[in-house]
């Protein structure tokens, strides 16, 4: 075998190695603050509940639905301001992610202009999906419902980001919701976009 060629193969298969070494421990680091919690669950309950909702034809059913999501809402809302705040005591450089479009090994630490923070951007997502639950009598069920569940979608995306790369989050948020990142950002509300692309230049 070309030596060159064994050098690259054995190279690149320690990059292989060494990327989902950290991509591991970002899993773990991020199971670790969301296990004793159950955002996941009351994202599902919550979202499909919007779904159901907005299904209906009958005005005083949907709005029966919607009132039933309210104690789902505030304790995901709980919950999330609990994760942020947990996270945010993790050490810097555990935090920080690239914002490439590829996951790379150590390319939080080599680029680091080229990197966010887990910590801020969880709170950014903490405040937007405390925001978009308040009360807004100016906006219909409807348009609250699709706030919401674009500040979810984001805050989902965000994590998928941290934990692999940007490339492995927007593909799944297109299998799962249908939804480019794109959409996403354009959906949230106005504050949380513009902190949104502060911290991650998307």
């Given at each position: 075998m070309?030596?060159v ?7 690149g298969s320690?990059l292989?190695m ?20 159950q955002?996941?669950k009351l994202m ?13 034809s ?6 029966q639905?919607?009132a ?7 304790q995901?809302a709980t ?6 705040r947990?996270?945010a ?5 555990q935090?920080r992610?690239?914002?490439?479009a ?11 202009h080229?990197?966010?923070d887990m910590?801020?951007?969880l709170?950014?997502h903490?405040?937007?999906?405390a925001r978009?639950l ?5 906006r219909?069920p409807?348009?609250r ?7 979810l ?5 965000s ?6 790369s940007?490339?492995?989050a ?5 299998t ?5 990142h794109?959409?996403l950002v354009?959906?949230v509300s106005p504050e949380t976009r ?8 998307s």
């Amino acid at each position: 075998m070309d030596p060159v060629f064994l050098l690259l193969l054995l190279g690149g298969s320690g990059l292989l190695m060494a990327n989902g070494h950290q991509q591991r421990q970002r899993i773990a680091l991020l199971a670790h603050h969301l296990g004793p919690l159950q955002i996941e669950k009351l994202m599902e309950t919550v979202t499909q509940g919007y779904l159901r909702a907005l299904g209906e034809s009958d005005p005083a059913r949907q709005a029966q639905i919607f009132a039933v999501l309210e104690g789902s809402e505030a304790q995901l809302a709980t919950q999330f301001a609990q994760l942020a705040r947990d996270f945010a005591a993790v050490p810097a450089a555990q935090a920080r992610a690239s914002t490439l479009a590829f996951s790379l090994p150590w390319a939080s630490t080599l680029l680091p202009h080229a990197s966010f923070d887990m910590r801020k951007l969880l709170a950014v997502h903490a405040n937007g999906i405390a925001r978009a639950l308040r009360t807004d009598a100016a906006r219909s069920p409807r348009d609250r419902a699709f706030l919401i569940s674009a500040e979810l979608f984001l805050m989902q995306h965000s994590c998928h980001w941290f934990c692999k790369s940007r490339a492995v989050a927007s593909a799944r948020m297109l299998t799962r919701h249908h939804t480019p990142h794109a959409q996403l950002v354009a959906s949230v509300s106005p504050e949380t976009r513009s902190a949104y692309r502060a911290l991650t230049g998307s």
